[in-house]
């Protein structure tokens, strides 16, 4: 079984607050393992694509039948149960502001998922031409504003760690003070 322990206990009390930084952590953990190891683990047969209603469908995996060892199977499985997992929690996400959850799937995309981007400018430059007015008062199709992009990966990955759950990863990613 792929080595996929996350965190501790979770507290399911509203009146808790949480502890942002290591929730951001956790998030940005759990997106990353995407294109450093569970790209490669889960046999994706097709590519996520993004639809028309800028939601994510996930990849698509060849059969586990076989050659294979069984234990390289169980880490596939794995790795696609969580690969899931992201897609699903990021199409399930809810971002409390006045800008479309939509923008932050995206965001979340093009930071972790999407292969043809390679950087945080990139990134950047992406959102800027698909949402130009993301500051109401200041059109930029060019390059969003860095420190816009910050505060709005910091929202994007607590609400990511909020709809997250996998069956391989039993703990939250949500961390409580």
Known sequence: MMEFSIFDEVIDDPQVEIDEKQTIQRARYVLSLYKKKLYRQANIKQEPQVTSQLSLTPPTFSSGLSDQMAKRLEVEETAQDIIT????AINQMHVTTAVPTLYYRQLLYYRFLDFEV???IAVRERLAGEFPRRIEYDYNPVMLDKHVY???ERQALIAFAQAFHSEHAQESLVVYK
């Open 118 to 120: 390679h950087s945080v």
């Open 150 to 152: 910050y505060h709005d």
């Open 85 to 88: 997992a992201i897609f699903k």
